[in-house]
């Protein structure tokens, strides 16, 4: 809350801790006695940074762009380097080689389908790897791999989906020789039921290549894992699988052996202290705690995520779900209510689609119609396709989810709707037809399982969501809602980070993001707070313990599992829920959105909000300009200017708003000096004809200087120098300053619905058509 601090955190890093000492006392004891919820900027420059911190972690292996030979759509994006033992094909190629009689008329071809994306496919890399250097010489054997993430791969692996049955990523089909089992109009009739029906309505083009794809219907299915290497997956299952279809046996079985280790992966303690920060891509560059972005840039790239997710993942036998999703986000999600009404009428009127192209056209054509991105443009392809606020389709689908959680638990916790609410279910200040806790959950189990590409990621989600995990079945009002997702996916990141051996806390938030939202003596003293842990979770941890997991019964892949998941007590432990509740919707959808009454929320809570909701406000504001020119036009209607602050009925706000209203009165009348001309001295004159001392909220001001100088007084007498006894003189600069911010502060508060305004003003003119506004 200090200009000195916000105005650079790497100054505040930087400079000397001696001389400034008294100002972070001051803001320490002053943050303590007004009982403000946040202060990351303090937590941050209290901890400081390293160059190593400062760089972003993101789970996942190496990626690389890979020049595939007689490629017609140019490198493709590969989790397996170039001329390495995993041979690297997009569609097109795989399709002309199988057709080769050198190639795939000669020998079976081992192909894995796999998303980049999927944490899965990641820990399948070094199992695929081993299996090719297991096989590598063997006479009729070829191994390719294909990413079914990338937009011109999406055919392929549609066909290969369609003809193996597949459920997800990554999938394992073997392709027999052409020249064993030639494919011809008699063969289709062996083709499952759901490939005939989509054969019969492809183009010739497509049927031509879905028929050069037709004999890769043998998919392995996953029996029992029996080597250390995967919990789900063994290098030995695999290519015992291979030799069964093929009878080539690997020349090199000693590589079967090794593979994703995960025998050392050391289970992360959901009640430990803080550790390194592993969510740093959200906030500024080197500087924790300071956000780098405001609600309106995660909805446009939840959207954006959500065309994609649709555009790559429909299946005419998901047609309903898509409908179901797409209007629930028409009712929950906080912008466009109406364009995805729309297009959930479309798609009811248009019924299921066999061929998935006709429903690419609709949603690339809505897409545009909304103001989001062509998903079919080369620039959303994934090589190119970059979020703002997100590394991928993965976040960014959480991003999503998020977002729709949170808008529907503020909204019940409110009764109303949000400020600016673009909900069709939203009129006026009121919403209609709340969405229910169990509608809103199943809506998250219906859009998991309909568009998660990470099939073993989908079966566990599916699982912890039908046993209650989390605490989900125990839900009994709105907040619990939004806590309940909050702990299924930190629970999901912190087995994500046990499997990759992150060495970074990957548990959401940081601390330097909400410092408020930890348990102070977990931080400070390192002190965990005793978890209640319920029997029934104790004896299944403890069974597992004696359980061998490398046995061939199966026990050891359900021990396995069960140490991957923690109760409720466990992931709460180093928390404070209701901070962390209101960090999710500051977070996802910003507090300046909400209506408050002061009977919503306790003395404390209502102090966390109203500390932080002005500079969100001014923060959302900044952010609107930036993103409204023309540069960065692809934002304009979800990055927006945010409206009116609410006034709560009755309350002491009623004075300030027709105060406020008064002076906009006055800029408006002052509006014809600055329309006059373009000189920024006479728009500089027109805002200080409107600007006037109001004297509205002096009191609150009055309250808050004293508090804040009580505060200073005590961080002077505990943090004196003690070389020096002129401790007062010496910080008394300090104190005249505080007395100016205060002064300072209460009148940038009563500006600020005339910055708000002339924000709004802006939206809806020209660049340059509203040199006043402007």
Known sequence: QFPHCAVSQAQCHHRNWHHHFGVMALATAGAALLGLGWLPLAAAAAQGTSADASLPWQPGPQKFSVPVEGSSTGPTLSLYPAGGPVGVETGDTLVRKLGMDSEGGSNWYFVEMYDHMCPHCWYAVPIVTNVAKAFAGTDAWRIASLNCHVRTNEEACFFLEVLSDAMGYPTFVMCPPGNQEPETDFSISTLPVRAQTLISRLGPESKATFMSLARCRIRYIEDIPKGEEDPFLSAQEVARWVTGQTMLQPLQPEDLKEGADFTDAVKPDPGAPPGRPGWLRDDEPGAPGVSAWVP??????ALRAFVHLLHQNYRSDRHQDTIDCTSFLAGAFPVKGTELQSLANELQAMGPQDDHKVLQQKIAAWARGAGLPDPESEASDEENLKYMTCGGNTCAMWTLLHVTIAAVAVRGVSGRALLGDESVLAEDDTFQNFPSIHTSMSFVRRFVQAFLNCGPCKENFIEDFDLCEYGRCSVTDYRGLALWFW????????????????QVD????????????????LVMNGAQPEAKTEPSRLLRASSSKSVDLSDDSGVGRDARRLTWKWHVAELDAPFHTDHVFWHIVRTYIGLARIRLEPADLTKAELDQVEAVRDDDRRKEVAAWIVNNKAQHGETKGFVKSPPAPYTPQGSVHAARAKAAEARLAALRAAEGVAQSTTSAQARLTAYNVAGGESGSGKGIAIASAVLILVGAIIGLVYFADTESGEFIS??????????????????????????????????????????AAE
């Open 296 to 301: 309106g840039e995660r909805w446009f790239d």
């Open 487 to 502: 702990r299924a996916h930190n629970a999901i990141s912190l087995r994500v980070a046990m499997a990759d051996h992150a």
């Open 506 to 521: 990957r548990r959401w938030p940081m601390y330097e993001d909400c410092p408020a939202c930890w348990n102070r003596d």
């Open 730 to 771: 010496a910080r008394a600069p300090v104190l005249r300053q505080t007395s100016q911010i205060v002064q300072q502060q209460d009148d940038d508060q009563e500006d600020e619905d005339l910055v708000t305004d002339a924000a709004r003003k802006l939206e809806d003119s020209s660049p340059g058509e509203d040199p």
